[in-house]
């Protein structure tokens, strides 16, 4: 098994070097093409993500719902276990390029989703299908990269979004409850099941009820974190910035990181949180509710932005508590969710068990969530009959994935994001031209609902 963790991980490495190249300079060009669109509108997009509109507009599920189903997949473990892998693997440098990464990916975000409601269809069952998939098929004639990415798709998402949760799930647990790891897994399966036998609309319904919670509640936390340790916050954001570019020494059970490889953690870790590039967000924005791409590519965008937010506040928490680089009572340097539950223990009694709260709900919530991306790759690829078979796989991962070695867990699922990724990439390059025209077409319908809303007072006092 070590031998095949070091193998996982030495293509992990040269995976991601070429594919950092790409996620960044897609980001940076499609920013330049539309604009600054995520420094200029995030204001407005905020707007629209929190506010009811278009619930009798053309699709399965409201604005809101599809962005909470989302960001369930979004906010996960990644914001709690794989921020703790990435600085403990990459040193605290690997924080500031999952800020560049994040916010170069709004960009990349939004026309993701702007596309996928342009190219979305309605499938067999009355529901709306879309994604990389369709938009690369319908808009680029591109069938054989659509067939590429689905399959990566499906593969993803019994790793990334499945195996990781289950295994931090169980390793948060652990630490706090004697609890064996089958009875985890057994129970994470059979809640798994009965959320997905409801399909989308129950997906967004627990989504939209469980994310607001969780990110309330982990956010509350870390603030307290934050406030005791008032103190080591300029110290620790100070060399945040210095490891980005020079590395970090070796200090405790640390063993010091190179500039690449904060680079590595910082980008694998950003878009494995925010899922920027990754194309798997845009499958649920197009069974949004919208009367235009444009509405809900701006919604989709702030997903990135508010993942990061939890993420720093994990790489904050662990920076200013002074546990990063401690060992474990297993003679290991402590790393992933006990990292992160190390650091709320040290400045909030019972501090542990309020990450094991926040990593069962963000865990929890990304698997329901990445199962609805991975049913729609099943769909795009072998038709409606083959969601329940993939439905079963899915739960049946979710019991697997509590027993994987951690490393095992983080390499399959870089590798495996990174052959998603490509064939998005490239497409979304290839269809920019679309996604500047449809944002062109919004804004044109923004400035005249606005003129409309300013001559009616007008009109009527006439």
């Keep these: 098994m070590g031998n095949l963790i070091v193998f996982l991980q030495r293509v992990d490495s040269l995976i991601w070097q070429p594919l950092f190249l790409l996620l960044v300079g897609s980001g940076l060009f499609l920013t330049y093409r539309l604009k600054g669109i995520q420094f200029r509108r995030l204001g407005f997009a905020l707007k629209l993500a929190f506010t009811r509109h278009d619930d009798v507009a053309e699709g399965d599920i409201s604005h809101f719902q599809a962005l909470m189903t989302a960001l369930a997949a979004t906010i996960g473990i990644g914001n709690i276990a794989g921020i703790a892998t990435a600085v403990s693997m990459g040193g605290l440098g690997a924080l500031f390029w999952l800020w560049v990464t994040a916010f170069i990916g709004m960009a990349t975000k939004y026309s993701e989703a702007i596309l996928a409601i342009k190219y979305r269809v309605l499938d067999d069952r009355g529901e709306m299908a879309g994604g990389p998939m369709y938009y690369l098929e319908a808009g680029l004639g591109w069938k054989k990269m659509a067939i590429a990415f689905a399959i990566f798709g499906v593969i993803t998402t019994l790793f990334t979004g499945n195996i990781v949760q289950s295994h931090s799930i169980t390793a948060a647990v652990t630490t706090v409850l004697p609890l064996k790891d089958w009875t985890i897994g057994l129970i994470l399966a059979l809640l798994t099941g009965i959320v997905l036998i409801g399909g989308i609309r129950m997906i967004g319904g627990v989504t939209s009820f469980l994310v607001p919670i969780m990110a309330i509640l982990y956010i509350a936390g870390s603030l307290i974190v934050l406030c005791l340790s008032y103190t080591q916050i300029p110290s620790a954001i100070g060399l945040i910035f210095r490891s980005a570019f020079t590395g970090q020494a070796a200090t405790g059970g640390f063993a010091g990181s190179t500039v690449m490889l904060a680079v590595q953690m910082g980008v694998a870790r950003g878009v494995f949180s925010n899922e920027s590039g990754l194309g798997t967000a845009p499958i649920a924005a197009a069974a949004a509710k919208t009367d235009l791409p444009g509405r809900q590519a701006l919604i989709s965008m702030t997903g990135a932005f508010l993942s990061t937010i939890v993420c720093t506040f994990t790489g904050l928490a662990i920076a200013v508590t002074g546990v990063f680089g401690q060992i474990g009572v297993d003679g290991k340097v402590l790393n992933g969710v006990p990292l992160t539950m190390a650091a709320f223990n040290t400045m909030i009694p019972y501090g542990g068990v309020l990450v094991m709260i926040g990593a069962i709900l963000f865990g929890y919530s990304t698997i329901v969530g990445w199962s609805y991306y991975g049913e729609k790759c099943m769909e795009y690829l072998f038709g409606t009959k083959a969601i329940f078979i993939y439905r079963l796989i899915f739960s049946i991962f979710v019991f697997l994935g509590v027993w994987m070695p951690l490393d095992l867990v983080w390499s399959l699922a870089d590798i495996a994001n990174a052959f998603m990724a490509l064939p998005n990439l490239i497409g979304?390059?290839?269809?920019?031209?679309?996604?500047?025209?449809?944002?062109?077409?919004?804004?044109?319908?923004?400035?005249?609902?606005?003129?409309?809303?300013?001559?009616?007072?007008?009109l009527q006092s006439d």
Excluded: H, S
Aim: glycine content about 4%.
């Design 428 to 458: 979304l390059i290839a269809l920019t031209g679309i996604t500047v025209r449809q944002t062109q077409v919004f804004f044109l319908r923004v400035k005249n609902e606005e003129q409309e809303r300013i001559a009616k007072p007008v």
